[in-house]
């Protein structure tokens, strides 16, 4: 899904930053931001995945928002790249975190 990444000498915010971009997220698309701050929180706390309310919580915090509106935003970018296609956004997050931790896992 997030294509091939050399992760050498890069942060995690820059790995995120690329897979995001290789999966056809455009930087431009509302809510952009608060999806990269979504998947590293996740990196970071992988609990998260699972509690996607209190993620929402801790970035619209981060980010003088409310939780909806993280939310929105966040759904928005999945609405555009998968159009039609209905799935929980935590799924869409899940899967890139989990994609992103296999590029780490190859490394170690």
Request: glycine fraction near 6%.
């Amino acid at each position: 899904m997030i294509g091939v990444i050399n992760t050498q000498g890069k942060t995690t915010k820059q790995i995120v930053t690329e897979a995001m971009d290789n999966i056809g997220l455009n930087k431009a698309n509302l809510g952009y931001g608060h999806l990269r701050d979504a998947i590293l929180e996740c990196l970071k706390n992988p609990g998260y995945v699972n509690s996607i309310t209190a993620l929402y919580k801790l970035i619209a915090k981060k980010n003088d928002s409310t939780s909806s509106r993280v939310e929105r935003a966040i759904r928005h970018n999945f609405e555009i790249l998968h159009g039609a296609e209905k799935r929980p956004t935590r799924e869409y997050i899940a899967h890139i975190v989990d994609d992103i931790n296999m590029l780490f896992d190859e490394e170690a």
